[in-house]
């Protein structure tokens, strides 16, 4: 700010010395310059007289001829000073508008803004290092879960939509470039409460300069980065980027994951979905031989891993020479021809996976015509074509912006989710399907919440003294309720992590020890129930043993005395 | 020999000499402290302050706030002048503004003394 203050006051330095010279000519002159007072005696103005005359009238305020009606000679000399001083005034007005006007300080004073804003978060925040269509589907998730995020976007268009969007907390914007190190800085790196950045853009080169330079300066904070390119990933991790998100693949397994085990898939959702949210009804593909239209980066990660679950695929594609295709149906898959030719007739689905919103509808709607037994996969690249592909009623409508904010927040919520859901695809789907149950019976349909519990001093103080004195605290007593210690909070453990071994979906008579750190999930209430459980000491003994110790010393005192 | 250096010294030796001028005389006798020269003084003293804007150097920092340091003695000065003249004893009047002056003075100084030091330091 400050520098700002002198920029301006540097720049204005010419107007405000025309200003003065120009005021004091004038000023000076009228003092000298003789009048004439009621008595026809000649008078003279004093300097303020003088002084608060040119000042109203050099803002051309005007009040007139203050004392007296002035002589000849005052008014030749006030004509003199009329131009003298308007013409200085209003050129440092023009100056001062200009200024503000100015782009350059414009940007250095939004910048410093957003910097001054940055730093007055009091709370956990993300930095997005972008705020294109899966950037802003994330950021609206994390504001639905509280948490604060910071975007730096360099199209000023995409974040109009951001200040018109409908948010819980303000999320701070800057219009610059996430490449330039400084900007990074102003979001928010250094600061303690930063818990990551995320940058999503299209561009593997900028990706890789954002993580390279946070990493470069805080080698301690999360990045996660978007990488299409398998050398930009490789450069990534070598710099230590924590997760690094390939669309295409991430789409084709995705996919897979749907194909093959739909619970786990519908578990990936439901603990990465915004919280209050439905499930929605899961679809079940059969198994059979696939269509799969369009051979580009999406088509092979989607027919490597239905291969993989050990679905036939055949693949339409009108360019095989370009994306190097040896067995395929040539044509676009939008005419019934080339659809006949793939054997449309035999197949159990399609998949339409172009990245061409209406050829992707155009492939699906012929396809069900000639066969209505079909089912039918659409990718959506557009999320502003949503009411197309609602009308169109796929049984499964996959959008990849979507699946990277997804898989985004898996990993910035709490590393343990990440974890907790890479050991679930390991699980089989009838694991998955029984889990799901389970939760859907604590915390019911809706999206749950997701958080982790460390079991330290800093994080769980009356439990860590519990165990401290030699107690056996099991896991079924952090989940009991301190205002009823027979009934339960609502949420269910889903992995404990001690000394890097994890336990998926641990017992309640697991005994915890130091250290351990719990993922959980459950409903709001529970998520905020838990920590004061777990921090005060008169609440845990409660929970512990039923009884209630009393705070201060003098009731102790007195309890004993009743007691014994 | 650059112009710009030549005119950045004139106002602000000139702000202090005419500072000095005012200054001079008895404290107390309304006939040795001209109006005009305490006018010429603030108008002088402005001038150098908003000549030592933007400059970020230390030296160009201080610089700033002696002159304003003497802005704010002289203009109050001026205030009372305007303010409470007819109003109290000529005398009285005089003492407090010509005191007022004598703070400027010192600040004006300093703002004159750094300027030659820094002067100094260059060996060019």
Redesign the interface.
Known sequence: MNSIL??I??R??RP??LI??SF?VA??GLTLVPGVDDHGQTWYM???EAFYVISYTATTIGFGEVPYPYSQAQRLWMTFSIYLTVLPWFYAVGKIITLLQDASLRQTIAAERFARNVASLQEPFFILCSYGQSANLLAHILDEKNMRVVVIEQKQERLNELELADTKNTILSLCADAKIPENLIRAGIYNPHCSGVVTLTDNDDVNLAVAVSVKLMQPNLRVLARAERKDIAANMASFGTDTIINPYTLFGDQLAMRVHALGTYILHQWLTGVPGDTLPPPENPPRGNWLVCGYGRFGKSVVENLEQENLTTTIIEAMPDLTECEECVVGSGTEAETLIEAGVHDACGIIAGTDNDIDNLSIVMTAKELNPNLFLIVRKNNRNNGALFRKFGADITMQPTDIIAHECLAHMLTPLLAEFLTLVRDQDNHWANNLISKLVDVVGETVPETFAVTIDADNAEAVSEYIERGLLVKLGNLMQDPSDREKELKLVPLLLVRDEVSMLVPDKETIIVKGDCILCCGTYDAKMTLPASINNNTTFNYIMTGREVPDSVAWRFIQRLISS | MNMEKVVFGFFIVLAMTLNFGFFLGDIDNASHHHVYELYAAITVSLIATVLKFGDRTQVGAILLSTSLAADLQLITAAILWAALQGNMETAHLMVYIVSLSGGALMANFVSVVLLISETISQRR
Do not use: G, K, N, Y
């Open positions: 002198f920029m006051l540097r204005l330095r405000l010395i003065i010279v004091a000023t000076i004093s300097i303020f």
